[in-house]
């Protein structure tokens, strides 16, 4: 049992030996504090800095009997008792003696310790000069620098869209009979013309045969009629009903060839062959659908643009397609329509871009994302969105000049992404705050630790 409980002191020891060789960092803290209120009055400097060091001193004192602190701490009721036994133990004020019991925690024990070192010294030199510099001479805020440069910077929108063919053709058929033949299968690549499929043309070759008779027939007997006209042998009415007849039968006549020809189902335009309803042996009646052929040479892709970006979208010709489908490649896109009514229920415009698509790789129905550029800046000066701050009611950015920090009140532009652009307050070259300037005020010292060219490179 008291081996466990000498264990379990020891670790208690053996972490507060951690924790209070950590401290010198908030310690430092408090000596800026206290030489804060001193700079009010010149007279109470000296006594500002020479308490500041006391205090330092004791913490110093107690980390080199960290075994003596540790069991006090320990084994004190409460923090009262451990200021008169550590005051009594190390022969130090209560002053001091407080400030050991009640500091924060703070960094590493061993930089801790470097920097504590360094503050005594530095204040020890003041007060031998009789000087008192009231500026931390190694600033404790560490900051990433951008350097400005001019650079585009554009409006952007990014919205999504839906691949459709150029053309989609439904073929039906324009008369009825068996299907005899069907040339191709579905995905086959057409030209204008090709045959699909042929229908039974004997029906349609009798009727053309009859047609032509009828024809023939009454040709001869107009012949004949016009010549006994010409003789006063015929009347007038007669050569008139002749001609009509030889009319109607040259209409029946071509009727049956048109019939005979759509017996041969062609296809109106160059594509693919996307869909074929039909099977040989099939009967077909007029209108019935045969097959479905996409013009897919060239593609258009329809983007909902909502009402706010109408007006921007009237200037622009040119787009950016990204298809995620084919690995997030981005083709060329050029306007070819913008609705004039909109969706009544989503309120949107359909906007058709048209891309070329010569090795058929975009396929219909794929998801599109169309990149549209509103407004563009060729040489514009940008910061990270994240590095303006709101400060009574003006936007703020931190340059760093020679390790000291400046205010700029900045008045901003258009926005791409976490880009924003300004167009008043800072010039090329200035170097803004990237990283740290939520840490750091007006006229403050700073260690400017990188400075970097691109805002991407902050993030590395």
Known sequence: MADNVEKSAESSRSVLKFIWGAIPVMVLLLIIVLLSWAIRAKTDKLEAVKTGIADLQGIKLAMNHMDDV???????????????RLSDALNITSDQAKAIVHQPLGALVKSGQKKLDKQIAFLEKQIAENKIDMQDPIPDVNVVALELTKQPIRDRINLPGIVEPWVKFNIIAEVRGEVKEKRIEKGTPLNAGDIIAVLDTEDYEIALQAAKASYSTALASKNRLEKLYKEQLASRSQLDDITAQLEQYKAQMDSAILNLERCTIRSPISGMINNLYIEQGQYVNVSDPIGE???MDRVKVIVGIPESDVSAVNTVNEFEVKLDALNGKTFKAEKHYLSRDSDPQARLYNLELGIDNPDGEILPDMFARVDIVKQEVADALSVPLYSIITLNNEQVVYVVNDNTVHARSVKTGIQEGW?????????AGDHVIGIGHRNVSDGQAVNVIRTVLSMEDLAN
């Open 293 to 295: 052929v996409l013009q």
């Open 70 to 84: 540790v069991k006090v701490i320990t084994t004190a009721k409460d923090a009262g008792e451990a200021v008169d």
């Open 419 to 427: 880009r924003i652009e300004i167009t008043d307050g800072l010039d």
